[in-house]
């Protein structure tokens, strides 16, 4: 007579009987597969994308203006008065979107101009002894880094608003060493806060917008038109593979996708205040 043996229980010790490889049909009853899982459209990953290419735009800005600088194509003064009247512009949009009074934004911009034209020639001799191909090394590496740590609006443990500025400020606190005169560093240094903190500041305000991705991006492209064609084939492609490739992989693979959960996940130890 076969001894009749006792139900299957998800303790191992009370499952005398059975293999040690047997597996229940009941084990997998309390599987669950994709909980919370958000489906991203093709129009999101789309205006995802843009965040990124708009932070790329940026530094491409910051380094024509550098480059226009330190071959002296157009004066100091002209990319000066531009830049400001370009950044006076947006600046007037962000104020009056903003809840934050005037007075307290001009208070910024008077200590900064004051205080980043009295710093200048400091700066510009801060890295002067440091060999050219090492600082241009330098900053790209910290212009990767600046990008890399972006806040993009995704939350990620990679995340670092302030690396990713500090990053971005030091590269180009070594870019000015290249420059002329102290006066082409301040202007340098105006146009990388522009770029960095400003414009940032701004772009969050707008959010996801297709109207300021395209006016970014048609912009920055005409700029580099004007420095180099190779370079402007090398910026398009690579914008058309962020911002057209990318989105649609992720979109088409987000059918692959698959998250499951189920008894078998390790407990979570709670903090237990006594």
Same mark, same amino acid.
């Given at each position: 007579m076969t001894q009749k043996r006792n139900p299957w229980k998800k303790n191992l010790y009370e499952n005398e009987g059975y293999p040690d490889n047997y597996t229940d049909p009941s084990f997998l009853e309390e599987l669950k597969k994709n909980i919370n899982l958000r489906q991203v459209t093709l129009?999101?990953?789309?205006?995802g994308?843009?965040?990124?290419?708009?932070? /790329?735009?940026?530094?491409?800005? #910051?380094?024509?203006a550098f480059t226009y600088l330190y071959n002296e194509w157009i004066t100091a003064e002209c990319i000066f008065f531009w830049s400001n009247a370009i950044s006076l512009s947006c $600046?007037?949009? $962000?104020?009056?979107?903003?809840?934050?009074?005037?007075?307290? %934004?001009?208070?910024?911009?008077?200590?900064?101009?004051?205080?980043?034209?009295?710093?200048?020639?400091?700066?510009?001799?801060l890295t002067e002894t440091i060999s050219t191909d090492t600082i241009y090394a330098t900053t790209v590496f910290m212009m990767i880094v600046h990008m890399t740590f #972006?806040? $993009?609006?995704?939350?990620? /443990?990679?995340?670092?608003?302030? /690396?990713?500025?500090?990053?971005?400020?030091?590269?180009?606190?070594? /870019?000015?060493?290249r420059l002329p005169t102290p006066f082409h560093a301040f202007v340098l240094l105006t146009i990388s806060v522009q770029s960095f903190v400003l414009f940032p500041l701004l772009l969050a305000k707008i959010g996801t917008s297709l109207t300021a991705l395209f006016f970014i991006t048609a912009s920055t492209i005409c700029l580099l038109c004007t420095f180099s064609m190779t370079i402007t084939v090398?910026?398009?492609?690579?914008?058309?593979?962020?911002?057209?490739?990318?989105? @649609?992989? @992720? %979109?088409?693979?987000?059918? $692959?996708?698959e998250n499951i959960y189920g008894p078998w996940d390790e407990a979570v130890v709670q903090d237990i205040k006594l």
């Open positions: 129009t999101n990953a789309f205006l994308a843009g965040l990124v290419t708009q932070e /790329l735009c940026l530094v491409v800005y #910051f380094v024509v $600046y007037a949009y $962000y104020v009056y979107n903003d809840s934050v009074g005037i007075v307290k %934004h001009l208070k910024m911009v008077v200590i900064f101009t004051l205080f980043g034209y009295i710093l200048s020639p400091v700066l510009k001799t #972006f806040d $993009y609006g995704v939350k990620a /443990l990679i995340v670092s608003s302030s /690396l990713s500025l500090n990053a971005a400020i030091f590269g180009s606190i070594c /870019l000015v060493s090398l910026f398009v492609i690579t914008v058309t593979f962020i911002n057209l490739l990318c989105p @649609f992989w @992720f %979109h088409k693979w987000q059918k $692959y996708k």
